[in-house]
């Protein structure tokens, strides 16, 4: 009874800025962690940032310093902020959320990030 609806992907240069945004919907739900996961093509899927309810952040290495996550609690978003971005960021990003007291898993369908050189 949750869907994500992801937006922001498209073509970038290199150095330039993207911001994603996912919205959950739907009803009687309450939201835990909220994330963004990403996954190039031949690679596997990885962690790129999290943050739960309360705030707390973290990011795999490669993007400290460079993308920043944030959520609304209110509107049941998260964004992900994304600047200084490189050709190596190139993957499809999935939004992901936890729900309710057992963390049940939800996944967005995917928006394609493409960062040219």
């Known amino acids: 009874q949750v869907q994500l609806v992801e937006s922001g992907g498209g073509l970038v240069q290199a150095g330039g800025s993207l911001r994603l945004s996912c919205a959950a919907s739907?009803?009687?739900?309450?939201?835990?962690?909220m994330g963004w996961y990403r996954q190039a093509p031949g690679k596997q899927r990885e962690l790129v940032a999290r943050i739960t309810r309360g705030g707390i952040t973290n990011y795999t290495d490669s993007v400290k310093g460079r993308f920043t996550i944030s959520r609304d609690n209110a509107k049941n978003t998260v964004l992900l902020q994304m600047n200084s971005l490189k050709p190596e960021d190139t993957a499809v990003y999935y939004c992901?959320?936890?729900?309710?007291?057992?963390?049940?898993?939800?996944w967005g369908q995917g928006t394609q990030v493409t960062v040219s050189s």
């Open positions: 739907g009803s009687g739900f309450s939201i835990n962690a």
């Open positions: 992901h959320v936890a729900i309710g007291a057992y963390f049940r898993d939800y």
